[in-house]
């Protein structure tokens, strides 16, 4: 299982950045795709995450201002973060996750930049 995440970059305060990921191999149709975040000299936080019922979970920090998505229609899954009003401290390396039986599976990090 792979996962692959693009989007990201540097946008203003008040800005809108997507992010996106796919996941490539074969998965039980029961499991928890979600968006993680980690800033400088901070630990790996939850952003969101979906189950494949379609449950969202959000961080306090994030909620009305973040909506977290995903495909199950085709074969390859994907994950989406709409991100809204982003701010400063929304400046962090975000990384798509898997959670399938007692597996988890990361994508690597897309830098989100966020300027004053």
């Known amino acids: 299982v792979q996962l692959q995440a693009s989007g990201g970059g540097l946008v203003q305060a008040g800005g809108s950045l997507s992010l996106s990921c796919a996941v490539y191999g074969n998965i039980f149709r029961i499991n928890v795709l979600g968006w993680y975040r980690q800033a400088p000299g901070k630990q790996r936080e939850l952003v969101a995450t979906i189950s494949s019922g379609g449950t969202t979970n959000y961080a306090d920090s994030v909620k009305g201002r973040f909506n977290i998505s995903r495909d199950n229609a085709n074969a390859k899954k994907s994950v989406y973060l709409q991100m809204d009003n982003l701010r400063p401290e929304d400046t962090a390396v975000y990384y798509c996750?898997?959670?399938?039986?007692?597996?988890?599976?990361w994508g690597q990090g897309t830098q989100v930049t966020v300027s004053s």
């Open positions: 996750r898997l959670a399938v039986l007692r597996n988890v599976f």
